[in-house]
Each structure stands twice: as structure tokens, then as C-alpha cells.
């Protein structure tokens, strides 16, 4: 092959290389061909091929973005205050409200079971006497009394507590169909006789004694009550400016009624002298309420010709209410039997009830009240 043919060739040849590297895989770039230049002298050394590799391939890496989210604030609840019984405000009782009509008319009468009253009422009947209605909750005494019969007041005043029981002995026909015709439960001795007793302890119609732990066992019907109306707290900021009272002595015709504040407590008496249960434990009250009340003839008259009298607890009226030494007016209102009462002050708050036992006083348009 003479000189010029080989001239020809070399650069054909370098040519297609450079055509076949131009169709190499498409995801890397094609070498880089470097031909050298033809000597003369070497033939062999015009063919000579040097490549370059393809620069290498930069991934760029996916950056995980984590977000902070900033944690809720935590919800803060208020806690709910404890739960405390109607009639006292204290810690709640299980059991139901059993009342019961016991007598305070003769001198020199032992009571029974009066010093663990929840809450005792004193109301006036025929002759210028009272008589008690006493409300036992808290602890249900295995002999209370002397039991008494019922009377008209009994039935209005009670029906507020729902359907609480009444043990009494006897009555009237007036007061009677008036009980009949209220929630009430008849606890007497013509439904639950086993409970009762006449006791040596006094005699005539001042000896029957009943067993409140038997009667709550053996009625189904009577339920837990229902509140009264009466606000309770340990503190209320009124009393800081609240006129001093010591002693409050009620008098209803012949029936007196009086309260000492002694030794953080009131002390209960009947015509100066104090109530005491028979084995001693004297009757003391941490409020002492005289709720201003219009009463009337309710239609029965007694073995003398006197009339029996109801008072109206529903409706309206004034009170003064006595805790711890002090006391506070206002006025109560009660819309109907089934209703509680309220009672506010003179500008139309509530007032507030020293947690514990309670006398409330039912004191008629003919009443005294005289504070010291």
C-alpha cells in the first residue's frame, strides 16, 4: 500500500470510532476520543486511541424535614366541690329523712333521740303549745321520743323534702286528709306498729317510743330528701359586719322557746331550761333560723274548744337567720309545697348556713322574739 492510500485511510477510520461512540448508552456521556497524529516514521503508532471516562454522576440525596409541633397546653380543670348532704352540709348521708312529731308541752319531759336531729322545727298548735318536728337523717336512733300526733302544718311544711316518712300517733280528721294528700309516707303505728312501744320511762300519752333504724329497714317508700332551700358554707364574709347575738328567746303565747350561744354552739332550751335526751346528751344547733310565718285556724279544735292553727311555710315572708354569734335578715319565699324555699338578704343574695344541725323556728304574727 503506497503512502497516499495509507493517508486516505486513517482519517476514515478515526471518523467511524467517533460515530460509534456518539451511539453508546444514553444515560452516560460519550468518551471523549483523542486520535493521534500520524507519524511517518511509525506507522502503527497512527491507529493509537486514548479515552477519557465520562464524569462521575452526583445524586442529590432527599433531606427529611421533620416538623416540631408544639404540644397542646394542658387543659386545666377546676375540681368539682364534694358533694354534701341537704339538710346538714356536711358529708352525705345514704339513708332517707324520717321525721317525727315530738312533744315539748310538759314540764320536765325526758326526750329521746332529739341530740341527733338534722334539723328540728318548732311549730305552734292549739292552746298557745308547741310541738316539734324533728328530722333525722345523719343517724337513725334505735328509740326516739315522746311521738306525738300530726297536724295540719306538718303536711305543707314537709312536702318540699319530697317524699320523706312521718312517725307520728294519730291525729284529727282535718290533718289527716291533709297528709293523705301529699308524697309523704305514714309511718304511724297503724303501718308500721312493730316499731313502736310504749316505755316505762313516762306514762299516759307521753310514753310511745319508735325505732327509727326498724322503720327505715321495713319501708320501701321513703326516699332520700329533697333540699330544703339552705345554702351552706363555713365562712360568709357578711357576718364581719353583722350585729352580735348571743341569746334569742322566741315566745309564742305559752310556748318559749330559747337559744344561748355558748362554746361555739347554741344551746336549745324550753323555758330556760335546756333540752336534753334522757341519757344526758344535751340538744345543741349551729344555726338558729326564726322564720317569720302567717298562721290561721285550720277548722279542728281540741278537747277544750281550742283551735288548732296551720302555719303557712309557702308564700313569703321575713327571716332572721343566727350562725355563729351573729345574725343576718332577710326574706324567704316559697312558691309551692312541692318547691324549696329560698332565703336572701337584703340585697337579694343568699345567705349562708353554718355546715351542721339547725332549729328552725316558726314563729306566727303573734310571736315575740326578743335577741341579747
Known sequence: MTARLRRQIVPTCAAALLTLAACGSGDQAAPTVSVAPSSSSSPASSSALSTTPPPSTTTRASVAVTRTTKPPSPTTTKPRPAATDVL???????????????????AGL????????????VEQVE????????????KLPDEVGPVRSVRSTDAELLSMY???GLAFSGGAGGPLERLAATKIVDLSPDAAGDAYWRSDKASGTYNMHVN??????????????KTPGFQFAARDPRLAAAKAASRIN?????????????????????????????????????????QNVVDEPDGTVD???????????????TFTLFRSGKQIAGSWKRAAADQPTSYLDK????VFFAPGRTWVVLAPQSASVTTA
Open 250 to 290: 322566741v315566745t309564742m303565747i305559752s310556748g318559749e322557746t330559747g337559744f344561748s350561744w355558748t362554746d361555739g354552739r347554741y344551746v336549745v332550751s324550753r323555758k330556760g331550761e335546756p333540752y336534753a335526751d334522757y341519757d344526758g346528751a344535751k340538744v345543741l344547733a349551729d344555726n338558729v333560723l326564726v
Open 162 to 164: 319530697g317524699s320523706p
Open 127 to 138: 292552746g298557745g303549745l308547741t310541738r316539734l318536728i324533728v328530722l333525722f337523717r345523719s
Open 347 to 350: 340585697s337579694g343574695k343568699a
Open 303 to 317: 278537747s277544750v274548744g281550742s283551735p288548732s292553727y296551720l302555719s303557712h311555710t309557702v308564700g313569703s315572708g
Open 88 to 106: 346538714t352540709g356536711l358529708k352525705v348521708s345514704s339513708g332517707p329523712m324520717i321525721a317525727v312529731k315530738i312533744d315539748n308541752t310538759k
Open 110 to 121: 325526758p326526750h329521746f333521740g332529739v341530740s341527733h336531729a338534722d334539723i328540728v322545727y
Open 212 to 225: 327509727l333504724a326498724k322503720l327505715a329497714a321495713d319501708s320501701t317508700q321513703v326516699t332520700a330528701p
